[in-house]
């Protein structure tokens, strides 16, 4: 496929600090190849602003091949831009059309505060994760090898699409709510499904919500809207099952 | 925590709010059905029909204790509702300025809030139409009244049916000239026997004439037929709001089972089917009795 080139206009956030006070901020940028990828586009224009002695726009990215969840921003009014599956890393420039508009502002999360520019502070996850996303192993020398331990196959599998999360929070930014509830549902059924991880799933299921409303994320109201942009797949059956989970703990926990 | 967490978490709100919104769905059939005897059973019939149901539904120990489980659910979803939005519009105090929520969403999904609002306007505005004039207002609901032709004379008269099916003339409630009236109504529905105290019976409030009048049908007052001009805003307003209605069931149906954690592969068209179809169908049989009520005038 011959590559092309095009002229865009950019709207971008722009604040200093968490402090500062933002701004949307226009940005004319040409000759931008349709097959260079949307981060590299963003480079091109850091390029461009360093040259002119500005300075340039941060945002966040780490892997650039879709793994790692860094690379967040809100393009054109969705999450990851104007695609499905994929992270903004995996977005490409042959979705835009010369001459077009492309609106880029960071994920809006009162639990996702902006740092500077594009980028949000994700803290909100980690904690979340550390009120219950894990399996506590002792290291007594003699750990049992996890193979050893029977798994249903079709438990497995609904587990690993469960774990295939990245904790990219696109989820949260795509809903009206601002609602963490797909990564809650995702990470609390990764666990809850195999065997591992049911000796903790009632404390877990518990502390784990408990963070997350504490976080300042809003409630579900079933739009559906984090499947849809969710770059993983992941399904809204995990909300449903971190439900069931929550159910049964708050009424037959110990604690 | 598991008590505070049973109460107060997202996700326990969620359940209520799927909780009291299937029961208000249940709620809506059984009003539905008896609604529906305005159309279906029409003339002296149905006006008799009716108004016993009508009486049958405030006195019943068993519907008067699912009617209270009823308000209880308006108003607790009503309130989880409003807290869960307000958290919601917390969770994004920055909007977007450019926002496309059209590409992964319903619209219905995204204004739950505003319709609910919108339907708690209908729910209170209703019920000061009908359910207040029945049960607490001061000017007196009018009674179930037959006319029957004398089979002697042919003349008609006027009567009042009571509990046990005694006709009562209602002539027997005026005086006539120097005499005064024989009867009285006592709290609304008893026919008295003044002189001697005595309690002949109790009459049918009368409900059906009040809803044909609402929609439509022109009063008497004082023997003068009265345009009823308030009756095609009565109709209009009573169909937009089933409309209303309509759009929150479109999302709302499938979406507490959704809440509830009733989610799989095997079930979730079905759910979705059924609650659209549930949605249209409800509130469109809801809304075709007055507009019936009001063409039939
Ligand atoms: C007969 C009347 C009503 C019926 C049958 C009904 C039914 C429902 C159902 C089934 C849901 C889905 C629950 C869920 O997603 O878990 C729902 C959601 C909702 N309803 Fe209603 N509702 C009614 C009246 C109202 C009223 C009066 C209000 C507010 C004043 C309201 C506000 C809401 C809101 C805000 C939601 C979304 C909440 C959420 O998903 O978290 N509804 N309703
Ligand atoms: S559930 Fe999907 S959208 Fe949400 S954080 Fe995980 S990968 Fe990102
Ligand atoms: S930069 Fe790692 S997922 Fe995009």
Same mark, same amino acid.
């Given at each position: =496929? ?45 390029? #461009?602003?360093? !040259? ?76 979340? #994760? ?72 009632k404390n877990r299921v518990l502390n784990?919500v408990r ?35 929550f159910? !049964?703990a708050a009424?037959?926990s110990?604690? | 925590m598991s008590?505070?967490a ?26 539905? @059905? ?82 609910? !609002? ?22 007196? =609901? ?50 008295? @026997? ?22 439509? #049908? ?11 001009? =308030? ?67």
């Amino acid at each position: =496929m011959a590559s092309k080139f095009i002229n865009i206009t950019l709207k971008i956030w722009r604040q200093k600090n968490s402090q500062a006070k933002g701004s949307m901020e226009t940005y004319q940028l040409d000759h931008v190849s349709t097959d260079s990828s949307f981060l590299e586009m963003l480079d091109q224009l850091n390029e #461009q602003l360093i !040259s002119e002695r500005k300075e340039p726009i941060a945002f966040d990215h780490d892997c650039r091949e879709g793994i790692c969840g860094m690379c967040s921003l809100y393009i054109n009014g969705r999450a990851h831009g104007p695609d499905t599956g994929i992270t903004t890393c995996q977005l490409h420039m042959r979705m835009f059309k010369d001459g077009d508009t492309i609106y880029v502002e960071p994920w809006r999360s009162a639990a996702f505060p902006v740092i500077k520019d594009l980028v949000v502070d994700r803290s909100a996850f980690d904690r979340i #994760q550390q009120a219950g996303g894990f399996v506590s192993v002792n290291t007594s020398g003699r750990t049992i090898d996890a193979n050893s331990i029977p798994v249903p196959k079709t438990d497995a599998d609904k587990a690993f699409e469960a774990a295939a999360c990245i904790g990219c929070g696109a989820c949260v930014a795509t809903c009206k709510n601002g609602s963490a509830m797909l990564f809650v549902g995702a990470k609390v059924s990764q666990y809850a499904l195999l065997p591992q991880g049911k000796v903790e799933a009632k404390n877990r299921v518990l502390n784990m919500v408990r963070q997350m409303d504490e976080e300042g994320f809003g409630n579900c109201t079933n739009t559906g809207a984090c499947e849809i942009e969710c770059p993983k797949g992941i399904s809204l059956e995990n909300i449903a099952r971190m439900n069931r989970e929550f159910l !049964s703990a708050a009424i037959s926990s110990e604690n | 925590m598991s008590n505070s967490a049973i109460l107060s978490s997202s996700i326990a709100k969620k359940y209520w709010m799927a909780l009291t919104g299937l029961f208000l769905c249940l709620f809506l059939v059984g009003h539905l @059905l008896g609604n529906l005897q305005l159309i279906f059973v029409t003339g002296e019939e149905g006006k008799r029909t009716f108004n016993e149901y009508a009486y049958f539904m405030t006195h019943n120990p068993f519907v008067k204790v699912l009617s209270y489980v009823t308000y209880l659910s308006i108003l607790f979803h009503a309130i989880d509702g409003f807290l869960l939005t307000i958290k919601n519009n917390k969770a994004r105090p920055v909007p977007y300025a450019y926002n496309n929520p059209g590409a992964n969403s319903s619209t219905p999904s995204r204004y739950m809030a505003l319709l609910g !609002s919108l339907i708690l306007v209908f729910i209170v505005t209703h019920m000061a139409n009908f359910w207040w004039k029945m049960k607490f207002s001061s000017d007196p =609901m009018p009674l179930h009244q037959v006319v029957v032709a004398n089979p002697q004379s042919g003349a008609e008269e006027t009567f009042y049916i009571t509990h046990t099916g005694d006709y009562i003339p209602t002539s027997a409630f005026d005086g006539e000239g120097e005499m005064p009236a024989a009867m009285e109504v006592r709290n609304g529905t008893e026919f008295f @026997l003044k002189e001697v105290n005595l309690k002949r019976g109790e009459g049918y409030k009368d409900l059906h004439s009040v809803v044909l009048s609402f929609f439509g #049908q022109d009063k008497t007052k004082d023997g003068v037929p009265e345009k009823n001009e =308030m009756a095609l805003f009565a109709v209009i307003f009573y169909v937009t709001a089933m409309m209303v209605l309509a759009f929150h069931l479109w999302h709302g149906f499938a979406s507490a089972f959704q809440s509830l954690g009733l989610n799989h592969r095997a079930y979730n068209k079905m759910i979705r089917v059924a609650g659209q179809t549930f949605a249209i169908i409800v509130p469109a049989l809801f809304a075709i009795i007055p507009i019936l009520l009001f063409m039939n005038k």
